[in-house]
């Protein structure tokens, strides 16, 4: 039986992850209340930031930004667009 969460960002009962994306509280809170689908959205714009952006992951600026950017994601606000991005069909 799929697992399912009420999701912060969609405000709906969606599938839920399988697993907390990372250890602590957290990855805890995100496995408890995002749908895989907001998750892998996330994934995939995170990609598109740290390419565009032209982020560094050692850099400690770099990973807060993210994180604060995750947030904002997740939560359903208002959060930061890769310059240059084009969506496939447009």
Request: proline share 7%.
């Amino acid at each position: 039986m799929t697992r399912t969460v009420f999701c912060r960002k969609y405000q709906q009962e969606l599938e839920g992850l399988d697993k907390p994306p990372y250890p602590g509280p957290q990855g805890q809170d995100i496995f408890d209340n995002v749908s895989k689908q907001a998750w892998t959205e996330w994934q995939e714009h995170q990609t598109r930031l740290i390419n565009e952006k032209h982020l560094v992951m050692t850099d400690p600026d770099a990973r807060k930004y993210l994180k604060e950017q995750m947030q904002k994601f997740l939560s359903g606000g208002d959060f930061d667009q890769a310059e240059g991005y084009v969506p496939e069909g447009q």
